[in-house]
């Protein structure tokens, strides 16, 4: 099940979220936000989308932490280095903790399927297969 290159960058949501600095006062900063079915692409410049991070999902362990308030939803991304990065946004729209997460969901089932098919091709390349497979046989 090899994905095309279109295939694999398929935008899934597109917007505006905000995130809570590193420094010290950890002010709410306003980013726009590139969710694809690899990754989740940040930048600070909602004109210019030449500077930005990119969050692979490879590198997600989970979204955790879902708090909503009157006004709010709070969600905390922790990376597979724990290291926690905090989002919001507006409650009253579709809420982008819950589209990261299928999209994390995806991709590690993609990943999943991946890795078993290969362990299968492996496993029926290997000689001596045949005969363990028969002496498994009734």
């Excluded at 694809?36 to 590198?59: C, V």
Aim: charged fraction near 35%; glycine fraction near 6%; include cysteine.
């Amino acid at each position: 099940m090899k994905m095309s290159a279109a295939e694999i960058s398929q935008v899934l949501k597109e917007g505006e979220l905000e995130k809570r600095s590193d420094n010290l006062l950890q002010f709410w900063r306003r980013k726009t936000c590139v969710l694809t079915t690899d990754s989740l692409n940040i930048y600070g410049d909602t004109q210019k989308r030449n500077r930005g991070k990119e969050l692979k999902l490879q590198s997600i362990k989970k979204v955790d932490c879902v708090e909503r308030t009157g006004k709010f939803v709070y969600f905390t991304i922790v990376t597979t280095d724990n290291k926690e990065i905090d989002f919001r946004c507006p409650g009253e729209e579709n809420c982008w903790n819950a589209v990261i997460t299928m999209a994390l969901i995806d991709y590690q089932n993609r990943k999943a399927i991946e890795d078993f098919k290969t362990r299968q091709d492996n496993e029926g390349a290997s000689p001596g297969h045949q005969e363990r497979r028969m002496a498994r046989a009734p």
